[in-house]
């Protein structure tokens, strides 16, 4: 069965950095869309960044230039490099794989990680 299992969350201070992992198995990786949604209590799942099978990367606005996504196809594996963190990035952060970069829609055909924590406070 498709699994995705998310690492790296955590507590860190503003302008600290943080690396997310995703790794997938039970589908081949490659041939899939992969990207990092996050999600605050009160506010619907928003979109962080995400790449294409062919490595086509899309970002939100708000982390444009401190925020890198990329993936390890070899290892089954989508990443996110989060630099400069600040107070408004704390939410839970999802994996999601997908057929296609639609990106705006929540109920593509893909599959979701349980989400990880990521906190960002003095």
């Known amino acids: 069965q498709v699994r995705l299992v998310e690492s790296g969350g955590g507590l860190v201070q503003p302008g600290g950095s943080l690396r997310l992992s995703c790794a997938a198995s039970g589908i081949i990786f490659s041939s899939y869309a992969a990207g990092w949604y996050r999600q605050v209590p009160g506010k619907q799942r928003e979109l962080v960044a995400g790449i294409s099978a062919g490595g086509s990367r899309n970002y939100a606005d708000s982390v444009k230039g401190r925020f890198t996504i990329f993936r390890d196809n070899a290892k089954n594996e989508v990443n996110l490099q989060m630099n400069n963190l600040k107070p408004e990035d704390t939410a839970v952060y999802y994996c999601?794989?997908?057929?296609?970069?639609?990106?705006?829609?929540?109920?593509?055909?893909?599959?979701w990680g349980q989400g990880t924590q990521v906190t960002v406070s003095s």
């Open positions: 999601n794989v997908r057929w296609g970069t639609n990106w705006g829609r929540l109920d593509a055909n893909g599959y």
